[in-house]
């Protein structure tokens, strides 16, 4: 069995994705066995010698700060911080994003800047190989001073307490204890602080949406040229030398993307009677090209984001030092997931538009993508729904991290809500599947009859592909219930395996 050891050196994005997917197990390498647990003895080393206070680790927390706490409650102090931070509400966040907010806090805590227990530490990994999912609800964060509520509900478990998932049952903490014979985790000092003051919810979220947003930018340009053909389009917006005289990344990777899967294509070499095509399809290796960018950009900011110890304070036992800083605070998520969000939500609203110029009775194709129009409605409320969930997104798309709003009586007066700008980019990514999903809807039709009518055939790779679409969605003759079909899109996309 595969073993990916937590180490200090980069986890990857990519490498994140592998672990998911293949469900590959953790543990912590003995390096960062052994910087957790030299910080541990410093910090308790430290609490022997130095008579001054250490914020959060012999005081109070937030605008407490002034309050020094004495030997004998430091412990009832963390486990105090936990059970009054865990205020979630809303709805609970999905498994597969809990399990990477598990895995960027465990990633978080390795490098033996934060003053955990070892102990503490190989329990979250026991949480993460066991699929034990904490309960964690989707509001409560400001993003700073980190993600305090969400990671309070994801360790509250580790006392005994809060609820978790564990094989299809939603069981007490305690219950999961008395299953796997654990005792309660007794934190020391800081490690209540240390555990929950982190950006682990939003870069979780972070993760998930930049993974998901590279292949769906990558579906996309594939979804595109099947449309593309089935528009009878033209293949000189995709010539390389258009873009070299405008020479940004994505736009050339995506026009070289485009020219690749149309390569042997009969249809797109057939005369054309029109002159050029629709923004939609002529500006696409712009549009899509500069979501790439963007893309690009912020899954280089996520990666830094979840190799870093975002906890507060921040321990140097080599230095000597314990620094109350702000590495909690997730405005460099916060402005780059709300920058990603519009990214995404651009790759929704032209595909949108590709859909309603496919309906549109447009190059001979029949009107509602239907071949008796008037008695059947075909295609035209699929097209609605598209438009009603792209709306939502540019709703959605109103930055959160130009807010602010003060707490803890002022102490904490200026926070990033990259929580909320993870939330809402959550709902974008997922809408834009869906939008996705409805242009193939459309685009195969209409593709379809284009082939009827020229008896030419496309690439070999846009015939494998929606060949393969076929068995998951068939073509339309007359009208019939049509959100089982859309479903059953938004199901083939989610499950191809695009390269």
Known sequence: MEIHHISPELLTLKRVDEILRKGIKIDLSDEAKKRITKCREYLDNKMKTQKEPIYGVTTGFGSLCNISISNEQLSQLQKNLVMSHACGVGEEVPKEIVKLMLLNKIQSLSYGHSGTQLVTVERLVDFFNNDIYPVVYQQGSLGASGDLAPLAHMCLPLLGLGQVDY?????????????????????????????????????????????????????????????????????????????????????????????EYLEGSEIIKQHKQHVQDPYSFRCVPQVHGACKDAINHVADIITTEINSATDNPTVFPDEDMVISAGNFHGEPLAINLDFLAIAVSELSSISERRTYQLIGAKRDLPSFLVAKPGVNSGFMIPQYTAASVVSQNKQLCMPASVDTIDSSQGQEDHVSFGSNAATKLYRVVN?????????????????????????????????????????????????????????ASIDFIQKYDIK
């Open 167 to 259: 094989k299809g049952k939603r069981i007490s903490g305690e219950e999961l204890n008395k299953i796997f014979g654990w005792k309660p985790i007794e934190l020391q000092s800081k490690e209540g602080l240390a555990l929950l003051n982190g950006t682990q919810f939003m870069s979780a979220f972070a993760v998930y949406c930049v993974l998901k947003a590279k292949k769906l930018s990558k579906m996309a340009d594939l979804i595109m040229t099947v449309s593309l053909e089935g528009f009878d389009g033209r293949i000189e917006p995709f010539f390389d030398e258009v873009h070299q005289v405008r020479p940004h990344k994505g736009q050339i990777e995506t026009a070289k993307r485009i020219r």
């Open 431 to 487: 809408n834009t599947e869906k939008v996705l999903a409805i242009e193939l809807f459309n685009g195969a039709q209409a593709f379809d009859f284009r082939k009827q009518m020229t008896k030419l055939h496309s690439s070999k790779v846009i015939e494998d592909f929606v060949k393969e679409y076929r068995k998951t969605v068939h073509f339309v003759e007359n009208d019939e219930v049509m959100y089982k079909l859309i479903h």
